[in-house]
């Protein structure tokens, strides 16, 4: 198994820019196909961005598309998420989470692995 930690949640303004990392340990990162969610006080968690083993398939909801970038490092063994151009809307705790195949890599019950979430908060 794997093990998630994500950090780099915190206050910005709208228009700001934020960077949340997600750190793995236990089994080889390389084995886990990795996403990123988010959810909204009251609201399901929903799908934000997708990345395969080696980073050559990748999806974004298309409420991010063109603000954030997804990346990942298979030799720190580390899940990053670069967002630009923040709204309010993008508000929520994210989540990064493994899975072990990419089917249905928008839907969270895909996953098997999850960090315990980190809080963005984006003001007007």
């Known amino acids: 198994q794997v093990q998630l930690v994500e950090s780099g949640g915190g206050l910005a303004q709208a228009g700001d820019s934020l960077r949340l990392s997600c750190a793995a340990s236990?089994?080889?990162?390389?084995?886990?196909?990795m996403g990123w969610f988010r959810q909204a006080p009251g609201k399901e968690r929903e799908f934000v961005s997708a990345?395969?083993?080696?980073?050559?398939?990748?999806s974004y909801a298309e409420s991010v598309k063109g603000r954030f970038t997804i990346s990942r490092d298979n030799a720190k063994n580390a899940l990053y998420l670069q967002m630009n151009s923040l709204k309010p809307e993008d508000t929520g705790i994210y989540y990064c989470?493994?899975?072990?195949?990419?089917?249905?890599?928008?839907?969270?019950?895909?996953?098997?692995?999850w960090g315990q979430g980190t809080q963005v908060t984006v003001s007007s």
């Open positions: 989470a493994a899975a072990e195949s990419s089917r249905n890599a928008v839907v969270p019950s895909n996953y098997k692995y």
């Open positions: 236990g089994r080889a990162f390389t084995n886990y196909y």
């Open positions: 990345i395969s083993w080696m980073g050559r398939t990748i």
